[in-house]
């Protein structure tokens, strides 16, 4: 699939989003999607999305690119770094800042309750939560969503070494092993891989391949991103479509991605 034609399919699926809520302004009660009808009852109605991805490697990138789903909530209401919700659970006790790595310091039914309680809002569906930490945590988070029969979906970013700076070459070995032990953890329906050099050069095909794994999002666009930033400025992060080229990697730098 070619570039121009995922912009046609990412193009078309903005104008009917906006079509359809443009005519039922008039008639919100009887033509709503059921996916905007739903309201918080405990966490059976939401659908939680793990970006799972080490640090430095996009994933506020990716986070920002889902945020322009509506139906897709982020934790910048925290007013947390990056919005993630790390720092979070620091500031409730959850454990120290030097323990957040440690899966067994984590009470994920406590922190899941801090979440839904302090950083999102429970009237979207789709509920984000995007920090690094969470990738020496798989073990126990599938299992939490497992045996509480919440829907999940784990979001795998990955990059090619081409793009780490020398000093991180051994970080990057860590984590590949983090990110190989997902795939061997989280059942194929409910995770998908995203590769950071297709992320920012095409990001109209992440989009459709996104859009194609969850059709709930219903609408995602390149050019928006709802994300921003702790403190009274709120900074306001650039949306996929502009980020300059010379800020990522190409797939001429290497054969072939990895994590297939």
């Given at each position: ?30 033509n709503k999607k059921n996916i905007t009808d739903i309201k918080y009852n405990g966490h ?217």
């Open positions: 699939m070619d570039e121009t034609k995922n912009k046609d399919i990412v193009y078309k699926k903005i104008k009917n989003f906006v079509k359809e809520n443009t005519n039922n302004n008039n008639n919100n009660d009887n059976r109605h939401h659908h939680y999305l793990i970006i799972f991805s080490p640090p430095d490697w996009g994933s506020t990138a990716l986070e920002g690119l889902l945020s322009s789903s509506p139906h897709v909530d982020t934790m910048c209401k925290a007013k947390t770094w990056a919005c993630e919700e790390t720092w979070l659970l620091i500031k409730h006790g959850l454990f120290e800042r030097e323990e957040r790595w440690n899966e067994t310091k984590t009470n994920w039914t406590r922190a899941y309750e801090i979440y839904h309680q302090y950083a999102w809002d429970n009237t979207k569906h789709f509920l984000m939560d995007k920090s690094p930490p969470n990738i020496a945590k798989v073990h126990s988070l599938h299992r939490f969503f497992v045996e509480n029969k919440y829907e999940y979906s784990f979001i795998i970013l990955t990059r090619h070494p081409c793009l780490q700076k020398i000093g991180r070459l051994l970080s990057f070995q860590k984590y590949a092993v983090f990110i190989n032990d997902a795939l061997n953890v989280i059942p194929q329906k409910n995770r998908i891989i995203i590769h950071y050099e297709e992320l920012v050069g095409n990001p109209y095909a992440v989009s459709a391949k996104l859009l194609h794994f969850l059709p709930d999002l219903n609408i995602l666009n390149p050019n928006k991103n709802r994300l921003f930033g702790p403190g009274e400025s709120n900074i306001r992060y650039e949306p996929l479509t502009q980020f300059k080229s010379s800020e990522h990697c190409t797939f001429q730098h290497y054969k072939e991605p990895l994590f297939d």
